[in-house]
């Protein structure tokens, strides 16, 4: 089993749509949670960081993280054709020099449709 | 500049070759990264240079070989490579707080360059 499970898509939606992208994990220790997004021919982007659980908000974006079910997700509300793109979820453990050893998912990839 | 700027974004060279990479960062970050990501896998981590010091490195092959003059440049030396190794190689920079904390600073990454061995 991967330590971090994420469906590659692809995933098409209309504009205006409420996207749910989703990870799941085994790795109990695990408690910083990190969305990426990843456009065409650049490199990723941090768009969303939760520590531990609970939700977190950010304009259009909402990071949830449920550590009992060991599962992750990122909702896009009125989704846009800007959002197209390839969505990365990478987590790790509370250690020093944690980054280092991010786990990282698949990504997602997301295309939104006028 | 700012950001993580990345040279060239394009490289293409035959197995006998030897080519390399270039990473610069304008960030004041004192960790610098090179990393892999192919199709269908997750991003991979190669060497990890932490106050110009390599702390990690990943099992990957000698033909990549990694270099950190200073704490904002980072280069990568290709020399005869497979065509396995065609991949977009990404750099990231981070604040690396070490073993006396736990603080998980981002990565913020270069836009990478995509490498074609033929």
């Known amino acids: 089993q991967k330590e971090v499970e994420q469906d590659p898509g692809p995933l098409s939606v209309p504009e205006g749509a409420i996207v749910s992208l989703n990870c799941t994990y085994s790795n109990s220790a695990f408690q910083y949670f990190m969305w990426y997004r990843q456009y065409s021919r650049k490199g990723p982007e941090l768009l969303m960081y939760?520590?531990s659980s609970g939700n977190k908000e950010d304009g259009r974006f909402t990071a949830q993280v449920d550590k009992s079910s060991k599962y992750i997700s990122l909702f896009i509300r009125d989704s846009q054709p800007s959002d197209s793109a390839t969505y990365l979820c990478?987590?790790?453990?509370?250690?020093?020099?944690?980054?280092?050893?991010?786990?990282w998912g698949l990504g997602t990839s997301l295309a939104v449709n006028p | 500049e700012t950001g993580v700027t990345q040279t060239p974004r394009h490289l293409v060279m035959g197995m006998t070759n030897k080519k390399s990479l270039k990473c610069e960062q304008h960030?004041?970050?004192?960790?610098m990264y090179w990393y892999k990501q192919s199709a269908k896998k997750p991003l991979e981590l190669m060497f990890v240079y932490s106050l110009e010091e390599r702390v990690e490195n990943n099992s990957v092959p000698s033909r990549f070989s990694p270099e950190c003059p200073n704490s904002s440049h980072l280069f990568l030396h290709l020399h005869t490579l497979q065509p396995e190794d065609s991949a977009l190689y990404l750099c990231?920079?981070?604040?690396?707080?070490?073993?006396?904390?736990?603080?998980?600073?981002?990565?913020?990454f270069g836009n990478g360059t995509r490498l074609t061995v033929t």
């Open positions: 990478a987590m790790s453990g509370r250690e020093a020099g944690n980054n280092r050893k991010l786990i």
């Open positions: 939760t520590y």
């Open positions: 990231a920079s981070s604040q690396d707080r070490g073993t006396g904390g736990t603080y998980n600073s981002p990565l913020h």
């Open positions: 960030l004041g970050h004192n960790a």
